[in-house]
């Protein structure tokens, strides 16, 4: 399967916040967008979930367009974890996940679908909290939550805005090593905003990195994370280090820093 | 974290499976006490008022007709005039209005996100009730002859200016829901803009209400205030059996949004992302509960914070599905105001008092208990 980004110009109001943006993402790939702050990469996930209808162009799936499926068969098809989600009182984690559920259910949840839930919840290591409110949880545990929701929800494509935003660094990693094998043996794909280049240089197949609402560079993370474009898009001088576990960013300076803007 | 070293101990599949089937079953549990309280209460209440009609007198009453071999007929030969021609409409339209006013609370909840929204808060109470107070003044003037003409269904006569009454307080409800809506249009308000929308919007209805006070005539006027205290004198079969489909269809209908209304409480944009369209989920929803708490409203008047009561207690005992929520708020409701509304006539008996007024003691002291929740992050 296939997410095509065509001519996609998107804004509020008479500003536009995205412009012109096209790409692709493939299933069985992890596709990461960078950027700074106000960059767009929010507005961009948002959009492709058809949570916002663009100004103009168009997001496809598989060659139709997004806006066009039908809102049950769409959500067995892409799934979206937010930056941050609500969470209801006395709602326990399973229930959470369960809702995962929502578009194979019209009213019971049957073993199957309690078995996704099961295995969800064991991927993101929150089992043990199965039976507790959500609201109980700190900001990270509830993050995995919901990512677990995704999870059980099955769909051909994960599209997550910043989901390691709220975790620490082992549940980070964990995280980006959970959805590589779930990418890997589902034939699943996946959109992720990402904040930490690091895990998108280690983690991710490709990279498109966001300055200003247009692309600024497009391609595979070794050749998308390099210096000159961390200093164009991010206003930050760094070192990109070669180690025998991997490439690393090791940020040295920012460039102005008076200056808003990268 | 909190509890993380306690929770370090690993937990199988099928612990999790075994609590996950013990909280349905608790659900159930407490459904079916619920059912069987209210049953008991309708009973008992049935027996309350200026004559005290004995508990089991009341069955005899009820069942003697229906069971003549097994049930053994009243020891008095006026109980069963007093149980079924003049409590239970009463009693019947305690349990309907109770269950109206929570389900429409729980929903309201839901829907919009906000622990404080219920018809009452959220001005449509007031709006109803204006729309029925307008009907109840100015509807012979307007309709002339045609006001008084009634139809008869299964023995009991319903007039067009009851008809008129009900219509009217769903046309009011209506606009208040209108206004509610948009204020919020765009995206969800924050809980206290919503309610003060509704606080105004109780305002404005009020006025209306008050100049029509105002400008009536002694008996009107008593008639509009005693109305407007919230009170179950008013019910007849005849009303019973106008609210009675209105509050059977609008529970079904809020029952059957039940699983959508779950996904909300991930918020809007996830809840869209499993298929749910929302906003035409919250249209519906505020419409469905327009309906049912105003034709409530237009034989009771006005009785606050059932809707808030009954769907917070039951979410602290049996959580937040409102697969369950719903029916059980219901029960709840049904058993908090017949209990009341038999309260009222006990306290100052052989008189009445109106419930509404019971409701407005035991709700307010409520809604305080519930904002001093609220600081400690209770959201919906």
Known sequence: MRIEVRNLVQGYGKHNVLDEISFEAETGEITAVLGPNGSGKSTLIRTICDLMPPVSGNVMLDGTDVHDIDVTDFAKLVSYVPQSSDAGVYTTVLE?????????VTWNYRDKDIQYALDAMRLMNVSRYASRNVTDLSGGQRQRVFIARSLAQCPSFYIFDEPTSALDLKHQMNTMIRMREVIRTNGSGMIVALHDMNLALNYTDRVIMLKN?????????????????????????SRIVETEVGRYILPISPLNMEDDDP | MIGENKSNIAISDVDIVRDF??????????????????????????????????????????????????????SESYYPVIVTS?????VIMGLLTGSCLAVAGASMQSILKNPLADPFTLGLS???????????????????????????IWGQTITIGWLFTVVMAFGFGL???????????????SKSTMILTGVVIGY???AVLSYLKYVSDEGTLKEITDWLLGGMWGASWSSVMIVLPIAVIGIVLLESYAFELNTLSCGDDVAKNLGVDVKKLRVKVLLVCTMISSACIAFTG???????????????????????????????????????????????????????????????LFFFFLIKRMRGGYEL
């Open chain 1, 96 to 104: 959470t996940v369960l809702l995962g559920r929502k578009p194979y």
């Open chain 1, 213 to 237: 609402g247009r692309i600024h560079a497009h391609g595979p993370p070794e050749e998308t994370i390099t210096e000159e474009n961390i200093r164009e898009v991010y206003g930050v001088e």
């Open chain 2, 21 to 74: 089937e013990t909280s349905r079953k608790r659900k159930v549990v407490f459904m079916t006490i619920l059912v069987v309280s209210c049953a008991v209460a309708s009973i008992w209440a049935l027996g309350v008022g200026g004559i005290m009609v004995p508990f089991m007198d009341v069955v005899r009453s009820l069942f003697h007709n229906l069971l003549p071999g097994i049930v053994d007929p009243a």
């Open chain 2, 86 to 90: 003049y409590r239970a409409p009463r």
């Open chain 2, 126 to 152: 007031s709006a109803a009730s204006c729309g029925a107070g307008l009907a109840i003044a100015f509807g012979p003037a307007l309709l002339g002859t045609t006001y008084y003409m009634s139809a008869s």
């Open chain 2, 175 to 189: 606009i208040s829901t209108f206004i509610l809506l948009s204020t919020i249009r765009g995206k969800v308000a």
């Open chain 2, 204 to 206: 404005l209805f009020s």
């Open chain 2, 302 to 364: 006005i009785i606050g914070f059932v809707g808030l009561m009954a769907p917070h207690i039951v979410r602290m005992i049996i959580g937040n599905d409102n697969r369950y929520l719903i029916p059980i708020s219901a029960l709840l409701g049904s058993l908090i105001l017949v209990c009341c509304d038999a309260l009222a006539r006990v306290i100052v008996a052989p008189d009445d008092l109106p419930v509404g007024i019971i409701m407005y003691v035991i709700g307010g």
